[in-house]
Every structure is written in C-alpha cells, then in structure tokens.
C-alpha cells in the first residue's frame, strides 16, 4: 500500500490546529505504516508564502512537490477535473488531506480530515475579517470534496452527525478519529515557577482560559463577565486568557482588570499554565473537537465547559458542565469551583481518566485502519 499525504501545512506554515497536531502525528503514523510494510511520501502544494524548514521526521521521506498557484489549482480540480495527480504521481493507492483542499488523483482512494463546519451552520460564530478566507474554504472546496473523497474523517461523532445532516451523504462515508492529546508529567516546582514566570504569573492565583483565537464562538465576553461576578478574590485571583487576534472590541464591553493576556510558545509553556492555574474555563458556544478540553484533562486539572457540541461529547461526567448561553450558569459554574475543594479534586482526578481515552497512538492505529479499510 502506498499512501501519499498531503502535507502542505508542515512546510509552509507554522502554528494553527493543523500544523499542530500533524507535528504529533505523523512521526508515530511514518513509524506504523513502514512496520506493516508500506509506504509514506508527502506532499508539498506551494499555497502560502514563507516556506520553512522541512521538520526533522520526513527527511530521508519522499516530498512531491507541485509548484504551482493552489487556488488555481483548486479551481481546476473541481470545475473541470483537471490536472490528474495520477499522472505525476504514479501507483499511489491512498492519498489524505487533513484540510479543504483536496487533489484530483484518479487512480488513488481519496480520504478528506474535516475538522468542523461550524462556519456553514454559525458564520455569526466568526470575525468579519475572515470572511473571504472561510466562504472559499467552506463554501468553495469543502462541498465540492466532501462529494469527491472516498473516505471522510471526521474529528468527533457531532462533527460526523453534522456533516451527513448537512450534506446528506451516507453515515459509513465518514469515520471518527479523535485528535490524540499529550498527557505530560507534572512539572516540579522549580520548573513550573520558572515558565509561569515568563508571563509574571509565579505567585499569582489564577484561572485559565485558552481560548485559542479571539472569535465570538470562544464566548470570551459573556465568559470574562462571569468570571468578573464570581471571582472571590478581585486583584488577587486572575484570569488568564491566552490566544491570538484583535481583542481591541472587549474593553467596551467588559471590565478586563482582573484578566491577562498571554501567548505561550512552546509545549512546555504552555503545559504550565494549564497545571499553575485553579482549573481551566472554556464555554465555548461551538467546537468541532475542544482541544484545549482535553490537554486540560491531560495535565491534571478540573475543567468548566459547555453542554453543547463535541464538547458535552468529551468532557460529559469528566468536567464542570454549564449553559454557554447562560452567563448566570457559568457564574454557577465557577463558584462551585471556587468554593467546593472536594468537587475540584475529583474532576482533577476524572480528568485524568478522561484523557486516557485521546491518545496520538490511537489516532495512528485508527487512521491505519481506514486506509486498510479503503
């Protein structure tokens, strides 16, 4: 079996949910496959600009590379079926895409990741600046590959229930395989107070709350009013946002004085403040997966989280379930978690069992399976 994997991200693009969890991937699905005896080569479309450094687990890999404009080359595949990869890239039997973009390989199995369409069913969910980029991802590529992929993978039962709701394609065409998660060993205490230190966090209280990009869908708003209502200790106990994007709109709707705004940078860091914090909020109004629900799980501490999406799918039993809509059930949320030291420490330890269950290495087997299957 020779499988060619799109892996356009890894070279092109540093950062986003993709690159991320490919960098945790790979390495273990290269491993599997040359254990079964088959073959993995990837992919590189030039798409973005600024092209990086290979990572260091596809060299001595075979790269194809297709130097030529990727929207055009999307428009092609889809509106007239044109240019045939089977043509340059000769006896592949398999090739994967974990983003929209999906090549036309007539001689090949085509398996498409989706991670979510919460664009389709919620654009109010999203900031107008993007709004170019998702109506071609989500409007243009994704329907027109959802109908060409032989195989579809979907990242959680609810993406899955969504995406045959939506495009009414049969249930045995997608699959789910959950996103595998880091389950880090505790730092010791030298070690953590010299990362939080890096963001002045060493002696301070805090709850954490990794909203990832400063969306409307991350519920940041009605989230930061709570915890502004609930807090029982202004000043002294903070929040800690981190993520990426345009926050100037939140001042003039909510008091941030007791919030800080960080960026973490590498694995390590960003573990720390999962582990220095009270316990970890993240009400999200939709998540095609929740990521940071399950690293949270992974390093040990009790989460708050929605009652809606894949996120009641995860952490159901495991976590602190609230109304994301309702800013007073997240308000009743966080007291509990405030006030109720027994309760908190038995979600730690649920959370711990939870995230057992996402693991990278049943993200390989499962993956290798559907391409056994196909």
């Known amino acids: 079996m020779k ?7 890894l070279f092109s693009y540093r950062g986003g949910g993709v690159y991320n969890y490919l960098m945790k991937l790979l390495p273990l699905l290269i491993q599997k496959v040359e254990q079964e005896g088959d073959e993995i080569s990837f992919l590189r479309l030039y798409f973005r600009k600024g092209v990086i450094k290979n990572p260091p687990f596809v060299e001595g890999k075979k790269i194809s590379s297709f130097r030529f404009p990727i929207k055009l080359l999307n428009y092609l595949w889809i509106k007239y079926k044109f240019p045939d990869f089977s043509r340059f890239y000769k006896n592949v039997d398999i090739v994967h895409s974990p983003h929209f973009s999906l090549p036309l390989m007539s001689k090949a199995k085509k398996i498409l990741t989706v991670n979510d369409i919460t664009y389709l069913k919620h654009p109010e969910y999203f900031s107008p600046s993007g709004k170019n980029l998702n109506d071609y991802g989500y409007k243009f590529l994704l329907p027109a590959n959802i109908w060409r992929a032989d195989k579809i993978i979907a990242i959680s039962q609810h993406t899955k229930k969504d995406i045959v709701e939506y495009f009414g394609i049969p249930e045995d065409k997608v699959s789910v395989v959950y996103i595998g998660c880091d389950s880090p060993c505790m730092q010791e205490a030298r070690e953590l ?6 963001f002045g966090l060493d002696r301070i209280k805090y709850v954490y709350f990794p909203v990832g990009t400063f969306e409307p869908r991350k519920n940041m708003a009605k989230t930061i009013l709570a915890f ?3 807090n029982p200790k202004p000043g002294r106990i903070k929040l800690v946002v981190s993520g990426v994007g345009d926050r100037s709109w939140l001042t003039s709707k909510v008091s941030t004085e007791d919030v800080i705004f960080v960026k973490w940078n590498s694995d390590d860091t960003k573990n720390a403040l999962y582990q220095g914090s009270l316990f970890v909020i993240y009400p999200s109004l939709y998540e095609g997966f929740g990521m940071p629900v399950v690293e949270a799980m992974g390093n040990g501490r009790a989460v708050l989280t929605s009652n809606n999406t894949s996120l ?20 009743q949320g966080m007291k509990r978690l405030f006030e109720d030291t027994d309760y908190r420490l038995e979600l730690e330890r649920k959370a711990r069992i939870r995230a057992r269950d996402f693991t990278w290495e049943k993200m390989v087997e499962q993956t290798y399976d559907i391409y056994n299957g196909i």
Do not use: P, Q, R, W
């Open 193 to 198: 107070s010299g990362h939080l230190k890096e």
């Open 3 to 9: 499988i060619l994997f799109d892996a356009s991200n």
């Open 228 to 230: 502004n209502k609930t």
């Open 312 to 331: 009641m799918e995860i952490a159901d039993g495991y976590a602190c379930i609230v109304d994301s809509e309702n800013e007073g059930s997240i308000s």
